[in-house]
């Protein structure tokens, strides 16, 4: 099966890689090409100068750019994806983006006897680089059927959520979710600390309990030591629960407290925190 992968950043780069070493034949395309390289140098496969040369032959693409706008610029035009993409093919889009797009990208598709699915990934950097994503994926049942084993090159679990832009709601939750689980941990800890508790003692325990997190387990620590260079950014986290409150308006669901969480986020960048991991939500409270 030939596949292409459009977009070697944090996240593409090592799930691209996983593809060619599960022994697809990768054709990788990146804005800057020196990344292409060296991705090309590190695992083989091919380059192609545009998208469109890169979906050309290819039974499926993946894709795994930034915003909304990333994806338009690399999936339409003269040189997107779609002009390259061969009838009966499929656009796997793994960029966390909105549902809107994901809607407008399946009917484009299904116009030219093309498929789409939206697929964004949760399990950060780490999950990508060691191929354990979680894949939550709208769309089709029978092409979902199909990407689903190529997909499990670098993804722990994917799951079809419902019609295409099912993904993309679901990976609202997620992050809806997670906010709020990290600003509990937050307040935790912080108690912790000004009480004199051994936090690492108190992490060891109370992780086994009702409290428990991935956050807890994997972030409690350097919360702790104020460190806060581990993944996903502020910028990045800020763009996705935008998504959600514009999502949240039409449902009429009611988000308040993320929305006071979505605001300490916008603190922390006006520190100078963009690039800071989503655990920086501890840095709003003294050591
Ligand atoms: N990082 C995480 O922990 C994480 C976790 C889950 C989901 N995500 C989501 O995954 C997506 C990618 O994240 P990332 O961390 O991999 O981002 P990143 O490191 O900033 O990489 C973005 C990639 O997209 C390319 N790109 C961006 N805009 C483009 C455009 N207009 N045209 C062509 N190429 C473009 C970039 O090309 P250049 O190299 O040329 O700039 C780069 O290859 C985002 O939607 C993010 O929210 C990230």
């Known amino acids: 099966m030939k596949v292409a992968f459009i977009g070697l950043g944090v996240m593409g780069y090592p799930m691209a890689g996983h593809l060619q070493k599960s022994g697809y034949q990768v054709c990788v395309y990146n804005r800057n090409q020196a990344k292409a390289e060296q991705w090309q140098s590190e695992f083989g496969g091919s380059i192609a100068p545009t998208p469109a040369l890169a979906a050309s ?50 009917a484009i598709a299904n116009e030219q006897g093309k498929f789409f699915l939206d697929a964004p990934v949760s399990g950060g950097q780490a999950g990508a680089e060691n191929g354990v994503l979680t894949v ?95 993944g996903f950014a502020v910028d990045w986290v800020r763009k996705d629960l935008a998504m959600a409150f514009k999502e949240a308006e039409k449902l009429g669901a009611d988000l308040t407290v993320t929305k006071q969480l979505d605001g300490y986020y916008q603190e922390i960048q006006e520190k100078g925190g963009n690039r800071w991991d989503t655990s920086s939500l501890i840095s709003r409270f003294e050591k």
């Open 57 to 106: 032959d290819c039974d499926i693409v993946f894709c795994c750019v930034g915003n909304d706008e990333d994806v338009r610029q690399v999936a339409l035009g003269d040189d997107g994806i779609f002009s390259g993409l061969p009838t009966n093919s499929i656009l796997v889009d793994h960029t966390t983006a909105s549902a809107e797009l994901a809607r407008e990208l399946a």
């Open 136 to 230: 939550m994926v709208g769309g089709d049942e029978t092409v979902f059927a199909k990407a689903e084993p190529v997909m499990a090159a670098f993804a722990r679990f994917s799951q079809l959520m419902g019609p295409v832009g099912s993904g993309q709601l679901a990976k609202m939750v997620n992050q809806i979710c997670f906010v709020n689980t990290v600003q509990g941990l937050a307040e935790g800890l912080s108690f912790a600390q000004k009480a004199g508790l051994d936090t690492d003692k108190l992490l060891d325990t109370i992780g086994k309990g009702a409290a428990g997190s991935w956050q807890m387990d994997n972030r409690g620590k350097t919360m702790c030591a104020r460190e806060f260079d581990f």
